[in-house]
Nanobody, 122 residues
Framework: VQLQASGGGLVQAGGSLRLSCAAAGRFLSSYSMGWFRQAPGKEREFVAAVCCNGGSTKYIESVLGRFTISRVYANNTMFLQMTTLKPEDTAVYYC????????????????WGQGTLVTVSS
């Protein structure tokens, strides 16, 4: 599975961005897809994910109400709509996929995109 993330950029605090992730290769709709991020000097963390065929979602608490994850199963794409961005959202955002059901721990996400940089200025 190959993942290609795009949509990052520089935005002022309070602004919005939409990230996209396209999956190619042997990819099943039963796979979960998600977004992770890594801020400078910090460890990579989970942000949001959408599971499998049913489309259930999960978010890290700090983005609840501001970020929305979505997925188009017909063409294996995923989006992260980010609103009311804060400087602490600045990070490289990675899209990922897993053939494990649900929302497994980070080490079980076995396909990763190259990352897209989001910078939020204050």
């Amino acid at each position: 599975v190959q993942l290609q993330a795009s949509g990052g950029g520089l935005v002022q605090a309070g602004g919005s961005l939409r990230l996209s992730c396209a999956a190619a290769g042997r990819f099943l709709s039963s796979y979960s897809m998600g977004w992770f991020r890594q801020a400078p000097g910090k460890e990579r963390e989970f942000v949001a994910a959408v599971c499998c065929n049913g489309g259930s979602t999960k978010y890290i608490e700090s983005v609840l109400g501001r970020f929305t994850i979505s997925r188009v199963y017909a063409n294996n794409t995923m989006f992260l709509q980010m609103t009311t961005l804060k400087p602490e959202d600045t990070a490289v955002y990675y899209c990922a996929a897993t053939n494990r059901w649900g929302f497994p721990t980070m080490n079980l996400w076995n396909s990763w995109g190259q990352g897209t940089l989001v910078t939020v200025s204050s």
